[in-house]
Nanobody, 124 residues
Framework: QVQLSESGGGLVQPGDSLRLSCVASGPTFSSYAVGWFRQAPGKAREFVAA????????EYQDSVKGRFTVSRDNTKNTAFLQMDSLKLEDTAVYYC?????????????????WGQGALVTVSS
């Protein structure tokens, strides 16, 4: 089973950009859709974005459309979440997840694998 590890979190100011990476172990990464989720303090985990196994299909939560971009490089077993124009309300622990079906990720179903999370703090 694929294992995931996020990196790239940190402390930024409103309006700044940050890129998260999700590196997968195992030879089957290219067969998985990858989703990004976040959990803010005191709130439930929510869907942020997802990308299909071949990168052809992407989905976004309305609040991040136009600001966040999900991508992947299957040759490097890595998915990315580029976050631009960050807002205070984007502060959260961000998780990547992998599943065979992108629609399952979008719907919030239990994925095949979760990463450990990366903290993103947006503060002035």
């Amino acid at each position: 089973q694929v294992q995931l590890s996020e990196s790239g979190g940190g402390l930024v100011q409103p309006g700044d950009s940050l890129r998260l990476s999700c590196v997968a172990s195992g030879p089957t990464f290219s067969s998985y859709a990858v989703g990004w989720f976040r959990q803010a303090p005191g709130k439930a985990r929510e869907f942020v974005a997802a990308i299909s196994w071949d990168g052809e299909t992407t989905e976004y939560q309305d609040s991040v459309k136009g600001r966040f971009t999900v991508s992947r490089d299957n040759t490097k077993n890595t998915a990315f979440l580029q976050m631009d124009s960050l807002k205070l309300e984007d502060t959260a622990v961000y998780y990547c997840a992998a599943d065979g079906r992108i629609l399952k990720l979008v719907a919030g179903g239990a994925p095949d694998a979760w990463g450990q999370g990366a903290l993103v703090t947006v503060s002035s």
